[in-house]
């Protein structure tokens, strides 16, 4: 069980505590003050660096990896279009530096 999913249900279980049997609000809860200091009181606890750790492997377990043919097809589409970029920019550098000597030539 992730952070998210632990937060989700202590918020469902606060607000099942806050409404009676018969599934109305409790009489003078106006629900901003109680919510508040619900709120402070589950962001003030921290996660042990362990079990930080094993949120993050089951996070980490539910990516989807790419397979080696699409890392290739990835890795070459950004090589060539950084070839492609590297020599559009040396083209316009040159074409305006030769552009700017014309101009100032004497």
């Not at 999913?5 to 099942?16: D, F, G, I, L, S």
């Not at 080696?68 to 590297?86: H, Q």
Request: net charge positive; aromatic share 12%; hydrophobic share 45%.
């Amino acid at each position: 069980m992730n952070r998210e999913t632990k937060r989700m249900t202590e918020r469902q279980v606060a607000k099942e505590a806050d409404v009676d049997a018969q599934g109305f609000p409790e009489i003078g809860d106006a629900g901003s003050a109680p919510r508040a200091t619900r709120t402070a009181q589950v962001g003030s606890r921290r996660t042990s660096p362990v079990q930080f750790a094993r949120e993050i492997r089951d996070e980490l377990r539910q990516v989807a990896w790419p397979s080696r043919a699409e890392m290739v097809n990835y890795s070459m589409v950004v090589f060539f279009t950084l070839v492609l970029m590297v020599g559009l920019i040396f083209l316009l550098n040159f074409a305006f530096g030769k552009g700017v000597f014309f101009m100032f030539q004497k």
